[in-house]
């Protein structure tokens, strides 16, 4: 016998296998980012194949590989989602974003076409971000269909493997990370955990305790590659993601087992990014320590962290400096330490001394603010303060910023040469600056203006095909200078600016602005600490190079941060 069902019995019934079928698809979903985003902040940095001989090529496949696959099964699961809901549902879900979507469009109409548009965003959840991230990714597209060596410009093969691939797989990730991901605090306790391993083992390295890491390669290796990452340069972009991260949850953190935690990764990063050896670190520990108090000071104890977290930096390279004369082994690369070489002046002895004092006046100030408080059960707001000192602080980093704008003008037209000589060789750029960065970026810029077409000045060369450029035209000047070739130019803007164009440069710098802004601003503090690591690795990024080793990690840190600042001022 048949039983026929009520309207209003199946309408509980469709109601009831909705809820189902989301609450499974969510978990499935959910859980597979978790395995993603885990895998690739704290598994991804130690995996290694044959040491350092393929470490290029290894961690590039072990990106855009499980990325694609990941990319796959989403598909499927979003087929499977839809035919769940016709088979059990009747259809109801698809229905209703269909009509949802109908009514807005019609709704935006009278607000003529940009109204739609902007109407029909809000609907979708686009945000801003995701128009910007868009975009850019069409640019780099563009970019490889018009590149004299389209094959080159996707792979990224004849360069450091950042092609049009990884770039379609960032965006993959971002799409996967920004829709089914869900922040978890412990996520970023474990990413600090497993980047300590990195810094940990990249320290030893210091100590040229190389774990057998160099069997049949040159010496000289030795000094110029650290931990599971490789090349010094990369090691320390790595070390500035991590340093950033760590100092904004050391300054929110407000339970004591979670300070605890994390001032001992602070002690490790800190050290880390200086017995990396490479003065790129000093951008990234600058625009952290300059940023923190804007993005991360809220009460009085925001403002002693912070204190300690320059005292713990100073210290760090005060002990570095002080093993380095003892005689011990050490990398030879510090003979060239600008900050290692400053740290064994009597300046330095002079600078912790002064932040140590102003530590303890204002523990002891705050001792007797608190024991006050307790007496006279007095609640005293120092929200208004707070934010005083914040701008207070903002200008005074923005006039530094002026100081070295102006200083930098100054020595290289010429103005008295005496007085900038002592310091010729970090302020004056000429061939010889940055161990051959400016004679790099000037060649790459004598292409540009000589040889690029209007359109290769819009879209730029090909992604990843600087290589290409310098082989081509300047060959001999590169092996005449000593420095055999210049693969990438050192300088991720400028090398976008060459290979992905005026228009390629503007969309990454409008979509890595955006992001910020809305990291920062969010309410949300699991925002403003990817922020911070962001900022660490994007202000170094200025003399270093983009690489699969570690570009995955820092995209993802992004990715997170935006999803995690999500509100309704984000969408357009």
Known sequence: MKLKLSSEEKKTGNVKNEAQIKKLFRKLTRGLMDIYVLFYLCIFPLCMRDKYFDILTFRFELFWKPTFVYGIIFVILGLLYLISDALYNGGAIRRRFLTGLKEVREKGNSNGFFGRVKSICRYLHISIVDIAITVLI???????????????????????????????????????????????????YAY?????????????????????????????FKYTFASSIGNINTYTNFTAMLYGVTVAVFISSEKIIETIFAFAVLL??????????????????????AMAPVVLWKNKQSIIKYVVVCLTYLSALKITSCIVKTGIKTMNKTKESVQISLAGTGFMSILIALFAIILVVLVLTEFKSLSRKKAETVMDDDTGRIKTLRHIWLIFVTLGVCAVV???????????????????????????????????????????????????????????????????????????????????????????????GILGLAAYLVFLFTALKRMITSINTASKYMAMGVLGYAFQAVINIAVPITTPIFMILLFIGITVSKDEKAYC
């Open 192 to 220: 600090m955990l497993f980047s300590s391993i990195v810094c940990v083992w990249g320290i030893l390295n210091f100590f040229l305790i190389t774990f057998g890491m160099f069997e049949n390669a040159d010496d000289i």
């Open 268 to 289: 490790i990063a800190s050290f880390a990014q200086i017995m990396g050896v490479s003065d790129n670190v000093v951008l990234s520990t600058g625009i952290v320590l």
């Open 138 to 188: 069409i640019l780099f597209a563009i970019s490889t269909a018009l590149a004299e060596y389209p094959y080159e410009a996707f792979w990224g093969d004849r360069g450091r493997n950042q092609g049009l691939l990884i770039w379609m797989m960032f965006y993959l990730a971002y799409i996967l990370i920004s829709r089914f991901y869900r922040y978890k605090k412990w996520h970023i």
């Open 406 to 500: 102006v200083v930098l003008y100054l020595a290289n037209t010429g103005w008295h040469e005496e007085i900038w000589k002592p310091f010729s060789n970090a302020i004056i750029i000429n061939d010889e600056w940055g161990t051959g960065r400016g004679l790099n970026w000037r060649l790459g810029m004598e292409y540009w203006k000589n040889d690029a077409t209007l359109l290769q000045k819009l879209f730029g060369y090909g992604p990843d095909t600087y290589y290409i450029i310098t082989m081509d035209r300047f060959m001999n000047i590169m092996q005449d200078a000593g420095y055999g070739m210049f693969d990438s130019a050192h300088n991720e803007y400028f090398e976008y600016f060459i290979t992905v």
